[in-house]
């Protein structure tokens, strides 16, 4: 791609959609223009920085989980636990523009402007999780909470991070139905105390009948 169609793509974007396999390992996974700096230093060149701003339309880990499954899940944990970042935005502070921005290997920028560069760094702590409904098989997710940061990154490429780190335990949620015979006991439970606190009243009230009749009668 040469310079002059570099700068027709200057106020565009890209849209990324990808399945990756991953190990049950710790690792990341990040987007930058490492790849290609000769035209990262053009576009900083002309466009003064480069925009990390970014709208997660869904990211889940493992296969997708359909509305059915949610609806099983969630009766025993909030659904943010599956999709937090789903219709997540992250917006470059605007102290990361810089009119006078430019990286060259010719041309380093100096340690005059501490905000050259910049990193976005997501991470994800991720559990295992499977779900067994009374009526469904088990079914196999994903938990994750996710906390992100924004670092200068002087002297390198502007690039977003998302690292992962996959919990070596997994939780899990098993729906049984309750038999005849405790829910007999339940039963009895709340049966007997209900006479348990009923009986309490009734003597309580007449010990106090036997007090407000003594007193009555030692008045006449």
Not at 61 to 76: D, R
Request: with cysteine.
């Amino acid at each position: 791609m040469g310079e002059n169609e570099l700068k027709t793509l200057l106020n565009d974007g890209c849209r990324i959609e990808a399945n990756i396999e991953i190990k049950r390992v710790h690792g990341n996974i990040h987007i930058s223009g490492h790849a290609h700096e000769d035209l990262l230093d053009v576009w900083i060149k002309y466009n003064g920085q480069i925009d990390l701003s970014h709208y997660i339309e869904t990211w889940h880990f493992g296969n997708a989980i359909s509305q059915e499954q949610m609806s099983i899940m969630t009766k025993v944990q909030n659904s943010l636990a599956f999709d937090p970042l789903n219709g997540f935005t992250s917006l470059t502070p605007p102290i990361y523009f810089q009119s006078d921005t430019h990286m060259s290997k010719s041309h380093p920028q100096s340690d005059d402007n501490p905000h050259d560069h910049h990193k976005i760094k997501i991470t994800y702590e991720i559990v295992p999780t499977l779900f067994q409904d009374v009526d469904s098989e088990k079914l196999k997710s994903y938990q994750f909470t996710v906390s992100s940061n924004i670092n200068e990154n002087k002297y390198q490429t502007p690039i977003v991070f998302f690292r992962y780190d996959i919990n070596p335990m997994t939780v899990e949620f098993v729906q049984k139905r309750r038999s005849l015979s405790h829910f007999a006991v339940q039963l009895s439970a709340i049966v007997g105390g209900t006479f348990v606190v009923f009986g309490l009243l009734h003597s309580i009230l007449l010990v106090i009948d036997k007090k407000f009749f003594k007193d009555i009668n030692k008045l006449y």
